[in-house]
């Protein structure tokens, strides 16, 4: 047996290049200032009692210390002792694999301690997200024809990924989906206004990449392939990734290993799936599939016989002002199960409003963030419930599409503004807007005329409202016709626990356990959004047209901590399909200043509320709101996280065993027709 060559001393080679104490100076100084590191790392985790101590008894928690104290440990030996192996060739490139192989299951690890549960992952599952990280590495390793490189980018690109899903989930409650790649813009315009806080388990994969690193850092790189055998190899592997891309990617694979994402709650996908399994799932899912059975002389015969129901109909129908308040955030918590008391009133004029009113419960299909959602809703009459968990306004709505504003065009209505009073291109609004009818959109870019009020650092419900005003009056200038405004407000957004120098909570909340800041700072907001509701009403009471205002909130707020483990009695994780919907459900009014019946609707879903709010207003309705009404006669709540019928029974799939999947799918057709099959689309049935 030959012996095996010496490595020559390189000082590219890792931080000890000689394995003697007299190193280098540089390479001494980065010993040193890496320790320091780790030994701060370790004290401020020490200090820190929201890492470091049982929450319940403010103990310090013995097993993270340890865990913490080992993983330091092993950090500052790879960092100052020698390489006993550097000489020996064959040794070190075998080290150097085992630690490229050792990194994959530290990320994996990792990712699934941050945003996963290792004991929820199925087997088969977890091997294949490990699976995927080698295939990752090997794929920059092909690129660079080095191992390190390769280990330190799909390592780096993965934390990121994890840091990512982390403060999104914290934020917002629920994990990255590929559908939020698109949000990015709107994601980082609020990153700011939030309190930035890590966990233990980030720590800890953190504290796994450093000493991933160094003990890389301490090992010689291997020598590069010669070029005739790397060719060889890379047209290799060219296969093998394609097999594999085509297998877990292009074709169903995911789906017959019942790898899915959960619309009630996706961190359940990502701890039964794993993460890069359940975001790779997600990407499949981002594109819209042709509905099985789709058809459009399926659709023509519904269509029909609505049209002529429609061009039948002869009645006198009035014309009233269209105002739409989508207030950001805007729930009646303590309606959900009544679980706490205020000190006062937190919503006294919706509570006030009884004639030509019609009020009720709505259920949005997003919690805690995805506004977008809920405006698409509403403006449509479509159902999130067939769009994978999709942002149609990012993904979807690339043409002009038929929409509530677009009937309102046809009726003859003017002004017909968005007005939002924040950046013009979140969530894609301004092409979006624009594709679904809207002549102008109003965001805070145009909005620099006057002085403006803020509520802690959004621009205030009340300012929204007389920007409505505003513009009421500005149209009324030029013209009689009916006018269209929507508003969609940004005073109650998020964060909630971070205290303000403009605004102090006048809501106590009265029962001990419920009582934080955070909760009693949302609801003081909510009772401003409140009244100046109130003020908006006052207003078009006063004036001599019909005018009718819908106002409603786009979904839940995302409150820290406990909170609504203690309000529904038990953790999210634990509640069924039908207790989760109680996080999605939303207040709405529809106020006019002439005579409506006040009909109760009982409980709807969102995109149902144009088509309610027109017949309440004794607006003549599209065919396409005709169907929509007959639906809720039998459907009265459809979301993307499940439906009940109107005997209550809750369904939390479409599927072949509901007795309305028939009537389900139509429904579903209709929206594939008027969002994507553009072509085809049925004339004269939308608006």
Same mark, same amino acid.
């Given at each position: 047996?030959?012996?095996?060559?010496?490595?020559?001393?390189?000082?590219?080679?890792? /931080?000890?290049?000689?394995?003697?104490?007299?190193?280098?100076?540089?390479?001494?100084? #980065?010993?040193?200032?890496?320790?320091?590191?780790?030994?701060?790392?370790?004290? =401020?985790?020490?200090?820190?009692?929201?890492?470091?101590?049982?929450?319940?008894?403010? #103990?310090?928690?013995?097993?993270?210390?340890?865990?913490?104290?080992?993983?330091?440990?092993?950090?500052?030996?790879?960092? =100052?002792?020698?390489?006993?192996?550097?000489?020996? @060739?064959?040794?070190?490139?075998?080290?150097?694999?085992?630690?490229?192989?050792?990194?994959?299951?530290?990320?994996?690890?990792?990712?699934?301690?941050?945003?996963?549960? &290792?004991?929820?992952?199925?087997?088969?599952?977890?091997?294949?997200?490990?699976?995927?990280?080698?295939?990752?590495?090997?794929? %920059?390793?092909?690129?660079?024809?080095?191992?390190?490189?390769?280990?330190?980018?799909?390592?780096?690109?993965?934390?990121?990924?994890?840091?990512?899903?982390?403060?999104?989930?914290?934020?917002?409650?629920?994990?990255?989906?590929?559908?939020?790649?698109?949000?990015?813009?709107?994601?980082?315009?609020?990153?700011?206004?939030? !309190?930035?806080?890590?966990?233990?388990?980030? &720590?800890?994969?953190?504290?796994?990449?450093?000493?991933?690193?160094?003990?890389?850092?301490?090992?010689?790189?291997?020598?590069?392939?010669?070029?005739?055998?790397?060719?060889?190899?890379?047209?290799?592997?060219?296969?093998?990734?394609?097999?594999?891309?085509?297998?877990?990617?292009?074709?169903?694979?995911? $789906?017959?290993?019942?790898?899915? %994402?959960?619309?009630?709650?996706?961190?359940?996908?990502?701890?039964?799936?794993?993460?890069?399994?359940?975001?790779?799932?997600?990407?499949?899912?981002?594109?819209?599939?042709?509905?099985?059975?789709?058809?459009?002389?399926?659709?023509?015969?519904?269509?029909?016989?609505?049209?002529?129901?429609?061009?039948?109909?002869?009645?006198?129908?009035?014309?009233?002002?269209?105002?739409? %308040?989508?207030?950001? !955030?805007?729930?009646?918590?303590?309606?959900?199960?009544?679980?706490?008391?205020?000190?006062?009133?937190?919503?006294?004029?919706?509570?006030?409003?009884?004639?030509?009113?019609?009020?009720?419960?709505?259920?949005?299909?997003?919690?805690?963030?995805?506004?977008?959602?809920?405006?698409?809703?509403? &403006?449509?009459?479509?159902?999130?419930?067939?769009?994978?968990?999709?942002?149609?306004?990012?993904?979807?709505?690339?043409?002009?599409?038929?929409?509530?504003?677009?009937?309102?065009?046809?009726?003859?209505?003017?002004?017909?503004?968005?007005?939002?009073?924040?950046?013009?291109?979140?969530?894609?609004?301004?092409?979006?807007?624009?594709?679904?009818?809207?002549?102008?959109?109003?965001?805070?870019?145009?909005?620099?005329?006057?002085?403006?009020?803020?509520?802690?650092?959004?621009?205030?419900?009340?300012?929204?409202?007389?920007?409505?005003?505003?513009?009421?009056?500005?149209?009324?200038?030029?013209?009689?016709?009916? %006018?269209?405004?929507?508003?969609?407000?940004?005073?109650?957004?998020?964060?909630?626990?971070?205290?303000?120098?403009?605004?102090?909570?006048?809501? $106590?909340?009265?029962?001990?356990?419920?009582?934080?800041?955070?909760? $009693?700072?949302?609801?003081?907001?909510?009772?401003?959004?409140? !009244?100046?509701?109130?003020?908006?009403?006052?207003?078009?009471?006063?004036?001599? $047209?019909?005018?009718?205002?819908?106002?409603?909130?786009?979904?839940?707020? @995302?409150?820290?901590?406990?909170?609504?483990?203690?309000?529904?009695? @038990?953790?999210?994780?634990?509640?069924?399909?039908?207790?989760?919907?109680?996080?999605?459900?939303?207040?709405?009014?529809?106020?006019?200043?002439?005579?409506?019946?006040?009909?109760?609707?009982?409980?709807?879903?969102?995109?149902?509320?144009?088509? /309610?709010?027109?017949?309440?207003?004794?607006?003549?309705?599209?065919?396409?709101?005709?169907? &929509? #009404?007959?639906?809720?006669?039998?459907?009265?709540?459809?979301?993307?996280?499940?439906? =009940?019928?109107?005997?209550?029974?809750?369904?939390?799939?479409?599927?072949?065993?509901?007795?309305?999947?028939?009537?389900?799918?139509?429904?579903?057709?209709?929206?594939?027709?008027?969002?994507?099959?553009?072509?085809?689309?049925?004339?004269?049935?939308?608006?």
């Amino acid at each position: 047996m030959k012996e095996e060559k010496e490595i020559q001393s390189n000082p590219g080679n890792g /931080i000890d290049t000689n394995g003697k104490s007299g190193a280098k100076p540089a390479v001494l100084v #980065l010993k040193v200032l890496m320790t320091l590191l780790l030994c701060g790392i370790f004290l =401020w985790f020490m200090q820190n009692k929201d890492l470091s101590t049982v929450k319940k008894t403010g #103990l310090y928690d013995t097993a993270k210390i340890i865990k913490m104290a080992v993983l330091s440990i092993l950090s500052l030996a790879a960092v =100052w002792l020698p390489n006993p192996f550097r000489k020996k @060739k064959r040794i070190c490139t075998v080290l150097l694999l085992a630690i490229a192989l050792a990194g994959g299951v530290l990320n994996f690890i990792g990712m699934e301690l941050v945003s996963g549960d &290792l004991t929820q992952l199925r087997h088969l599952v977890g091997l294949l997200n490990l699976i995927v990280i080698y295939f990752l590495m090997l794929t %920059v390793f092909a690129a660079t024809n080095r191992i390190k490189p390769a280990v330190i980018a799909v390592s780096v690109l993965l934390y990121v990924f994890t840091l990512g899903n982390y403060f999104t989930n914290l934020f917002r409650g629920i994990p990255i989906l590929a559908s939020d790649l698109l949000l990015f813009r709107t994601a980082m315009s609020v990153a700011g206004s939030f !309190a930035y806080t890590i966990s233990y388990d980030v &720590l800890t994969y953190t504290m796994f990449l450093l000493l991933l690193f160094l003990l890389l850092a301490r090992m010689p790189e291997q020598e590069k392939l010669p070029l005739k055998p790397r060719l060889i190899g890379l047209c290799g592997y060219a296969v093998l990734l394609g097999c594999f891309l085509y297998a877990f990617v292009f074709s169903n694979t995911l $789906e017959k290993l019942h790898v899915s %994402v959960h619309h009630f709650d996706p961190n359940r996908s990502y701890r039964t799936n794993g993460s890069i399994l359940t975001f790779a799932r997600s990407c499949q899912m981002v594109k819209l599939k042709v509905p099985d059975g789709y058809s459009t002389e399926a659709l023509q015969e519904l269509a029909d016989s609505y049209i002529e129901e429609y061009e039948a109909d002869t009645a006198e129908y009035r014309t009233p002002n269209v105002i739409v %308040v989508m207030s950001e !955030a805007y729930s009646d918590l303590q309606a959900v199960n009544g679980a706490f008391d205020t000190s006062v009133d937190v919503m006294p004029v919706i509570h006030s409003l009884s004639e030509n009113t019609v009020k009720g419960t709505a259920y949005s299909s997003v919690f805690g963030g995805n506004t977008a959602n809920s405006e698409y809703e509403f &403006l449509t009459g479509h159902s999130m419930a067939f769009l994978n968990g999709v942002v149609p306004f990012q993904f979807l709505i690339k043409k002009p599409m038929a929409s509530l504003t677009s009937h309102l065009s046809k009726l003859g209505y003017e002004g017909l503004l968005a007005i939002h009073p924040y950046n013009k291109k979140g969530y894609n609004r301004d092409v979006a807007y624009k594709n679904l009818g809207f002549s102008y959109f109003k965001a805070i870019e145009d909005m620099q005329d006057r002085e403006h009020e803020y509520v802690r650092n959004r621009i205030s419900d009340a300012d929204d409202m007389q920007e409505v005003i505003g513009e009421y009056e500005r149209i009324r200038e030029s013209t009689d016709a009916p %006018v269209c405004l929507y508003t969609v407000t940004m005073q109650n957004h998020s964060p909630y626990d971070v205290p303000y120098d403009n605004f102090s909570p006048d809501v $106590e909340v009265l029962d001990e356990e419920y009582k934080t800041f955070e909760l $009693e700072q949302y609801l003081s907001l909510i009772k401003l959004s409140d !009244a100046a509701f109130g003020q908006l009403i006052d207003y078009f009471a006063g004036i001599d $047209e019909d005018t009718v205002i819908v106002f409603f909130g786009d979904h839940q707020p @995302k409150l820290s901590g406990s909170f609504y483990t203690q309000m529904l009695g @038990k953790k999210s994780s634990k509640l069924t399909g039908k207790e989760t919907m109680q996080k999605y459900q939303i207040p709405y009014v529809i106020w006019a200043n002439y005579d409506i019946e006040e009909t109760d609707y009982g409980e709807i879903s969102l995109n149902y509320l144009s088509a /309610i709010m027109a017949e309440s207003a004794g607006m003549k309705l599209t065919p396409y709101e005709r169907f &929509l #009404l007959d639906l809720r006669r039998d459907v009265p709540v459809i979301t993307a996280h499940g439906y =009940w019928d109107k005997n209550h029974t809750f369904y939390e799939e479409i599927d072949e065993d509901s007795p309305y999947k028939e009537l389900l799918d139509l429904y579903e057709y209709s929206e594939y027709n008027n969002l994507m099959d553009t072509k085809n689309r049925i004339e004269n049935f939308f608006d």
